[in-house]
Every structure is written in C-alpha cells, then in structure tokens.
C-alpha cells in the first residue's frame, strides 16, 4: 500500500526533511508520508477542477458563439 512516488519524494527531500516533518507537525499529520499523500491528493483534486472548469468554459465560449451566429442570420438588412 505504500506509494513508491511519495516514498522517493521523501527521499529526496535531503535538508528540506526537518522542515517537512515541522510543517506536517504543524497541520496536524501523523507522519510525512501521511503529509506528501494529502499533498498528491490536493494537487490531483486541483488539476480535475481546473480541467472541468475548462470544460465548462468551453462549453460556454461555444454557446456564445453559436447565440452570436443566430442573430446574424436573423438580420434583415443583410
């Protein structure tokens, strides 16, 4: 069950390790691996709401476009 990603990312930390486990410490986690899987986590969650928001601007962009197309074809002057 362990992650290999988070498990290289501490690892990895070097001198940052101490200052990692104060700020885990500080919001509350059990352990830093606990820490870096919130962190993965929230960045996911935020890449999947920016891709919707995306998608929903769109989606919109193309309504508008559209609505705009209409009204030139209803126009009786040209």
Do not use: W
């Not at 999947?48 to 601007?57: D, G, L, V, Y």
């Not at 919109?60 to 705009?68: F, G, Q, Y």
Request: contains cysteine.
């Amino acid at each position: 069950m362990e992650n290999q990603q988070i498990l290289k990312q501490i690892e990895n930390l070097k001198g940052r390790r101490a200052y990692e486990e104060k700020r885990a410490a500080k919001l509350g986690f059990a352990s830093l691996y606990a820490y870096f899987e919130h962190k993965i986590q929230k960045s996911v969650l935020a890449a999947e709401e920016k891709s919707a928001q995306m998608e929903r601007f769109r989606i919109e962009k193309e309504l508008a476009r559209s609505a705009k197309a209409e009204k030139k074809k209803n126009c009786g002057c040209c």
